[in-house]
């Protein structure tokens, strides 16, 4: 299926992937500045935000996978670099184990390379509440679980306003992911991972473990690890320079390295 894509700037392509529930607008900070240097292609991925909600969709992640794929070839793209958050982050690692050759680099934002029993717990916790408790409860929840307390505490008109947006979406295709992302493993393939990977992780992620980031380091070659003190499951919005600084910086060397490689 065809996405909703925001495409700005001019240079090597860069794809950006929002996670469960979300949209292109999770990297709204950092968009511009990227720009500036790269080719940006930030898709709403399919039944979230204006792409649409395909009848007898699964959402599994081979779905997710040609989406981008089509996404990449249409616009004629060979070879993007790639940042994930969340669940972006899960659909990057498959993208970059499954289609090595169409990504020259990887950034993982809250990420992990399986479901746990803990980030099952806390998306069933969010579920409930929107069963019993209805949508501003079910909103509430989620400011509390994506933000650092701190930030939060600092910035509750804007959590407020970010959470409130998830009570005027269609649910459905939001639903059918996290459905799909319950048996989420990657852990057999990682040591066999071509794509330089770059692991950023806040140190108070109530969604994801921060022991994830670890794993993820031990099991991708050569990866990289950035962890992010008084930060939460949001990092890209909670730390917005430091995260447009990381992504300029790891696209930049892995575009040198390419360079000098030969690679397009």
């Given amino acids: 299926m065809e996405l909703y894509l925001l495409e700005t700037g001019a240079g090597a392509p860069a794809v950006l992937l929002h996670g469960l529930g979300g949209d292109h607008t999770v990297w709204e900070y950092q968009i511009p500045t990227l720009a500036k240097a790269y080719r940006i292609l930030a898709p709403d991925l399919r039944g979230h935000g204006r792409s ?8 599994s992640f081979a779905e997710m996978e040609a989406d981008v794929l089509k996404l990449l070839d249409d616009r004629k ?34 990420a992990m390379g399986h479901m746990d029993n803990h980030t099952r717990a806390v998306g069933q916790n969010w579920a409930d509440t ?25 910035n509750l ?14 649910l459905r295709g939001v639903v059918q992911w996290a459905l799909a992302m319950k048996d989420f ?20 992620d109530n969604v994801v473990d921060p022991s994830h ?36 910086d790891w696209f930049g060397r892995n575009s040198a390295a390419s360079a000098a490689h030969g690679t397009q």
């Fill in 213 to 248: 980031a670890r794993l993820l380091r031990q099991a991708i070659p050569g990866s990289e690890v950035r962890l992010l003190p008084n930060t939460g499951h949001m990092v890209p919005i909670e730390r917005p320079e430091e995260t447009s600084q990381l992504l300029i």
């Fill in 52 to 59: 649409p909600l395909p009848e007898g969709a699964t959402y």
């Fill in 157 to 170: 008109d804007l959590a407020e306003r970010i959470a409130k947006s998830q009570e005027e979406r269609n």
């Fill in 130 to 154: 929107l069963r019993d408790e209805g949508p501003a409860s079910y909103s509430r929840r989620l400011a509390m679980d994506l933000f650092a307390p701190d930030w939060l505490e600092a």
């Fill in 185 to 204: 493993d990657v852990r057999a393939r990682l040591g066999r991972m071509r794509t330089p990977t770059l692991i950023v992780h806040g140190l108070e």
């Fill in 77 to 110: 793209v060979g070879a993007a670099h790639l940042a994930g958050i969340s669940g972006g982050g899960l659909l990057g690692l498959q993208l970059a184990l499954d289609a090595p050759d169409r990504f020259r680099s990887l950034a993982l934002f809250g």
